[in-house]
């Protein structure tokens, strides 16, 4: 009785073991001037965009499992740029794509907050199919806008490594 019973414990332990939540790894890009905790090593991805007549390059750092995704965009704009546009302005226009994106985003709120010492502003927004939440945290530091995002089912969102996550934005010397 008491073997089989020590055996069932130890099977329920596995399993418990088995099912846990990733552990947090903290993540330094190479080529970049910051830190970063994820659940996961993420892929990087090198986009190109436009804002009016001029190319910005940016590096995408994803995460994801089945029911979750951490996303770190580091967006470098032309010196140009900031010649005609205050980095303020460049947040601004970001924040404000996030508020009138179509479907499947629909905004529900925003907020001031503070991400290492940097003013940042945090959107927060429904993806309406899989029904999940997205929060993203827009800010200029160094050279460029940053954005912070995690999204996931909304039964899961509010854990212990989301906020890890956003609160463990660090920046080195630049």
């Not at 332990?13 to 947090?24: D, M, T």
């Not at 907020?111 to 003013?119: A, E, Y």
């Not at 200029?140 to 906020?163: C, E, L, R």
Request: some cysteine.
């Amino acid at each position: 009785m008491f073997k089989w019973k020590l055996i069932q414990l130890t099977g329920l332990c596995l399993i418990l073991i088995s099912c846990s939540k990733p552990e947090q790894k903290i993540f330094i890009p190479e080529d970049k001037n910051f830190s970063i905790v994820m659940p996961c090593k993420p892929k990087m991805q090198s986009e190109s965009s436009t804002f009016k007549d001029y190319i910005v390059h940016s590096k995408v750092y994803r995460c994801h499992g089945l029911e979750y995704a951490y996303v770190v965009t580091y967006s470098e704009y032309p010196i140009e740029v900031y010649k005609e546009y205050s980095a303020e302005e460049l947040v601004a226009g970001v924040v404000k794509r996030l508020e009138f994106v179509d479907p499947p985003f629909e905004f529900i709120s925003k907020k001031t907050v503070d991400v290492s010492g940097v003013k940042a502003i945090q959107v927060n927004s429904r993806i309406l199919s899989p029904r999940a939440l997205y929060k993203n945290v827009i800010f200029y530091a160094g050279n460029g806008i940053y954005q912070i995002a995690y999204s996931a089912k909304k039964d899961i969102f509010d854990n212990p490594g989301t906020d890890a996550f956003y609160a463990s934005m660090t920046f080195g010397k630049q």
